[in-house]
């Protein structure tokens, strides 16, 4: 009997526990504002549902997903509060105090979840920036819509943070209609085209591949500082989409045990090819479909399925090697706060 009494209270208290503020300003004051990361809310379970992406490329899940690299938490659900507990954790363990969340339109699956990952982010401290995605029938004045809708559904949460990245924003010719809202937010365009980004804030790059050479973002880099503009080029640990894409013929980029990934922070924090970024972007905390994740993969996968695994990486091996990139890029943030 007294052991059933220790063990109630114990429960008891370890769910007293969960409902206190995680984040002291001290812990949130660690984390730094000028490196986020990309993050998608966009995986769903039949306990959410349905499925969601993981049978993207005509996979079975829960086993058989959509991509090269297998979660350590398995399919999850992006509605989950106990993965979007895990998932702020790892990222506070980056050291990047900004996630920037994939978002496709008024009324969405994403939309629809961005209050429950904005509650999980703020009990760590972090702030949510915002992905604006290429919708069908995005305009430049939808986009405006859009950033005001946010403000207005999402702007008192203390997760809010008004930087937002467009995505593909070459796909629009005529941007003049940001300058109702460009004053009073951070935009940036998906480019390192100069002559693309008037009524824009700055400029971002994404792509996970283009990092390892950094084409124009030297130029870019000393752009953005001439006139007053934000510069976040984006840096990738690798890339493969071959079982989310079958056939598709995008080149891959081996991780080379990390090396791929030093290699484009080295790049993005070399002023004579980086152009010395305001911020650095990451591609991505979790697009497990093009492989281009640092959050944990399973060192053990399901067989049969040709996964591979983070093994190796920086020497480490077993449960250290799956978080190596968290600690990698922890590594990596500080570096960049002291070059800054």
């Known amino acids: 009997m007294i052991a059933k009494r220790r063990n109630l209270a114990l429960v008891l208290l370890l769910a007293a526990l969960a409902w206190l503020p995680q984040a002291t300003p001290a812990a949130a004051a660690k984390l730094s504002r000028n490196v986020h990361l990309f993050y998608y809310p966009w995986y769903g379970t039949p306990a959410g549902g349905e499925w969601r992406h993981w049978q993207q490329g005509g996979h079975t899940p829960p086993e058989d997903v959509g991509a090269d690299l297998y979660p350590a938490l398995g399919a999850y659900d992006s509605g989950d509060s106990r993965v979007l507990a895990q998932h702020m954790k790892w990222i506070g363990q980056t050291g990047a105090g900004v996630i920037v969340y994939s978002w496709w339109g008024q009324g969405g699956y994403e939309d629809g979840l961005a209050g429950r990952v904005m509650d999980a982010a703020a009990k760590r401290g972090i702030k949510v920036a915002w992905h604006l995605e290429p919708y069908e029938g995005r305009t430049a004045a939808s986009t405006v819509e859009d950033i005001r809708y946010l403000h207005q559904r999402y702007g008192s949460h203390p997760a809010f943070d008004n930087v937002f990245y467009v995505f593909w924003s070459l796909q629009v010719a005529d941007w003049s209609a940001l300058e109702a809202v460009n004053k009073d937010n951070v935009i940036l365009a998906q480019t390192t085209d100069t002559t693309k980004i008037e009524h824009f804030n700055g400029m971002y790059t994404y792509d996970g591949i283009a990092g390892a050479t950094a084409p124009g973002w030297k130029q870019a880099g000393e752009y953005a500082k001439a006139h007053g503009l934000i510069w976040a080029p984006s840096v990738a ?91 990698r890029t922890r590594y990596w943030v500080e570096k960049f706060e002291n070059v800054r």
């Open 237 to 327: 640990p690798g890339y493969i989409d071959d079982r989310a894409v079958p056939g598709n013929t995008t080149p891959t980029v081996a991780r080379a045990d990390g090396a791929a990934y030093d290699r484009q922070w080295t790049n993005a924090l070399d002023p004579a090819i980086g152009g010395s970024p305001t911020w650095v972007s990451v591609t991505s905390f979790n697009e497990w479909h093009e492989g281009s994740v640092i959050e944990p993969a399973d060192g053990t996968p399901p067989s049969g399925h040709g996964y591979q695994t983070f093994q190796g990486a920086y020497g480490k091996q077993g449960r250290a090697a799956e978080t190596a990139y968290l600690d």
